[in-house]
Structures are given as C-alpha cells and as structure tokens.
C-alpha cells in the first residue's frame, strides 16, 4: 500500500510499501507527475531518516532528473537539496505558528535576540525574520546548524528572501555554540534524536527566556524527558500535539520559560 505523497518545490517523493515492484511505482509515478501540472520529478523515499544529519536517500522514478527545488510557503522561498538536508513540507503550518507566537512576544521585549537550533536550510529563521520584518520589529536571529551541505542553502536563503542583513549564521555543533549572547527566545525543532540539548539551551539562555522544544513519543515522555534534563530551572510547562512521524507516533512542542 502506497503511504501518500510528500511534496517538497516541484519535486514529488513518495514511500512504497516494500511489496511494489519497480514497474508498478513506475507506472504509478508517471501517473501522478500526469495528474499534477506542477510537479516535474518524482522520486522514491529509499530506507528512514537517519544518521547524525537526519537525512535520507531517494531513487528517480520519472521526470526531470534532480534533487534540488525550490519550495515556497509562508511567503518565503527555501532553496535546497532532498537528499543533502533535512526539511519537512508538512512542518509549513507548524512554522507559521510558531512565528506568530514569537511575535506576539517580542513586542514585550527590548532588542530582542532569538536563537533557532537545529535549524537546517534556515525555514524557521527566515519564516520569523520575515513576519517581524513585515510588523516593523527588529531583533537578532541566530541561526544554528551543524550539516555544511544545509548551511549553505541557509544563506542561500536568506538572500533569496532579501534578509541577509536579518539573520546571523553560527554554524556547527549545537552543543559546541561560541557566543557571549543570552537568548531570550530559543527554538529547538529538535530532530527525533536521543540527546534533548536541554541544558545547552539552558546555558545559552537568562531568566526568563521562552524555549519552545519538540518532542517525540507520548505526551507523557516528552514531559518527563524536560523534567529531567530541564530540573529546576524550568517554569509552567504547555505541551500540544504538532503533527505525527509515523502510525501513533508523535511530535509534540512543548513551551517553557527559563527560571
């Protein structure tokens, strides 16, 4: 059984059941680049999302062929490479969101300074450095990544954008970030890995700052993953769900002031 179509720019990647044999997806690949005018290329989504980048490989199926798109929402233009980054059309709204939520508050904040960890080819970055921009609001951006192939991209889109002058780039380990800056707002679109980077977040920010953490699993293990590596230092917790990564599983954000 076929798992539904993802669409990422005009490249359409879809996730066979492993009973498909090639002509099968062949024939249906045709099929669906048919029906959609503005899709050129379909690939399929070959093995899971893995490694320390969170990425996964694809196979060409039909259509021109390429791994790189253009992919627009929100507004906003992200330029960049299926294969080489991670990025989630299905996350759009979740952005957009979030976004909203950052600027409702840093209109109570003096020279705001945002940090966005894990932040791949800069969607969250950009899609928040433009809704400010648009509401006349000025804050520093940080944006923190570790894969090279997906900073590249990021500052790619940020002149796409126009916002090369909004958003500042510090690359590499997230636990390994230099800066003498405390955040007062820290996003952790935390892939689905072990480690939470909570007490990295934590060291990065001030009384008071708003982190909003994703996490995976039941509401109640994420809960207790915060407790425990937030301890004492965490406030209030509001927790709701933010999409599914499989049948019955979960992503879930989490937000929390430092205290």
Known sequence: MQSGLDQIGNIGIINFHKSYLFPRKWLLARKILKQNKNLKTIVEKRGIIEGT???????????????????????????????????SSRLSNERKVISE???????????????????????????????????????EIYSNELNKEANKFAEKNA????????????????????????FDIILMTRPNIKDTFLKTALKLGKKGTTIFYHGFGTKDSVLKEIKK?????????????????????????????EI
Request: glycine share 4%; charged share 30%.
């Open 53 to 87: 980048l969170r990425t996964f490989k694809t196979k060409h199926l039909t259509g021109e062929k390429t791994t790189t798109t253009l992919h627009k929402e929100n507004n906003c233009i992200f330029y960049l490479n299926i294969d080489k980054t991670y990025f």
């Open 101 to 139: 939520e950052v600027l409702k508050l840093v209109k109570k904040i003096k020279n705001p300074k945002i940090l966005v960890m894990f932040a791949g080819v800069a969607p969250y970055p950009i899609t928040i450095a433009k809704l400010l921009k648009k509401n006349k609001i000025k804050a």
């Open 159 to 182: 002149q796409l954008n126009k916002l090369q002058n909004e958003i500042i780039f510090i690359n590499g380990d997230a636990k390994k970030i230099k800066t003498k800056e405390k």
């Open 229 to 257: 590596d937030g301890k004492k230092k965490i406030g209030k917790i509001k927790i709701r769900k933010a999409g599914d990564i499989a049948p019955f599983k979960f992503r879930w954000q989490a937000v929390f002031k």
